[in-house]
T-cell receptor
Framework: GAVVSQHPSWVICKSGTSVKIECRSL??????MFWYRQFPKQSLMLMAT?????????EQGVEKDKFLINHASLTLSTLTVTSAHPEDSSFYIC????????????FGPGTRLTVL | GQNIDQPTEMTATEGAIVQINCTYQ??????LFWYQQHAGEAPTFLSY??LDGLEEKGRFSSFLSRSKGYSYLLLKELQMKDSASYLC??????????WGAGTKLIIKP
């Protein structure tokens, strides 16, 4: 089946530093990748949608200059949290979709970010 | 606006049956997903319905009525490991997933 990996699984960083999270589709080409954020006991919140080779589409309220998304290939998307602050501490999950004809999103295992 | 409603929390007994409902109002409809999410983990796929009716997969079944904007997830022979959040998500006319807030299912012995 379709497998999506994320790296790292967890990261602890100091306030003001930048953190990069990688999302890879291992056995399929993902035309679209999605980045979600989930705070404790809350539902998934879509941050942005990215298509390979084009700029990401950010949801309302998500700062594109703070959350940099690069979807350089059909199997890799990266999310960089720039100048992270404690309020950015969250569970970041990526998902990938094979094509627009197939709606299912395959989720990565998530990255837990803790900003001190 | 787009809206997905599902109960916040449900409690059931091990070995019993539980039904988790989901109602939706979205701009267009291209299918409905149910995902299971254990605490601290990413969601995992359970089912996908795009036509009316019941889809059965082992202990889990999912039902859809497009005319009523309604779906339910039925879990039979509940096990302790079924304690998790269950997320309902609808694919809208732009092929975007609209997520419900999730239903936390607590299984008691």
């Amino acid at each position: 089946g379709a497998v999506v990996s994320q790296h790292p699984s967890w990261v602890i960083c100091k306030s003001g530093t930048s953190v990069k999270i990688e999302c890879r589709s291992l056995d399929f080409q993902a035309t679209t990748m999605f980045w979600y954020r989930q705070f404790p006991k809350q539902s998934l919140m879509l941050m942005a949608t990215s298509n390979e080779g084009s700029k990401a589409t950010y949801e309302q309220g998500v700062e594109k200059d703070k959350f940099l998304i690069n979807h350089a290939s059909l199997t890799l998307s990266t999310l960089t949290v720039t100048s992270a602050h404690p309020e950015d501490s969250s569970f970041y999950i990526c998902s990938a979709r094979q094509s627009e004809d197939y709606n299912e999103q395959f989720f990565g295992p998530g990255t837990r970010l803790t900003v001190l | 606006g787009q809206n997905i409603d599902q109960p916040t929390e449900m409690t059931a007994t091990e070995g019993a049956i539980v039904q988790i409902n989901c109602t939706y109002q979205t701009s267009g409809f291209n299918g409905l997903f149910w995902y299971q999410q254990h605490a601290g983990e990413a969601p995992t796929f359970l089912s996908y319905n795009v036509l009316d009716g019941l889809e059965e997969k082992g202990r889990f079944s999912s039902f859809l009525s497009r005319s009523k904007g309604y779906s339910y997830l039925l879990l039979k022979e509940l096990q302790m490991k079924d304690s998790a959040s269950y997320l309902c998500a609808v694919v809208d006319s732009n092929y975007q997933l609209i997520w419900g807030a999730g239903t936390k299912l607590i299984i008691k012995p």
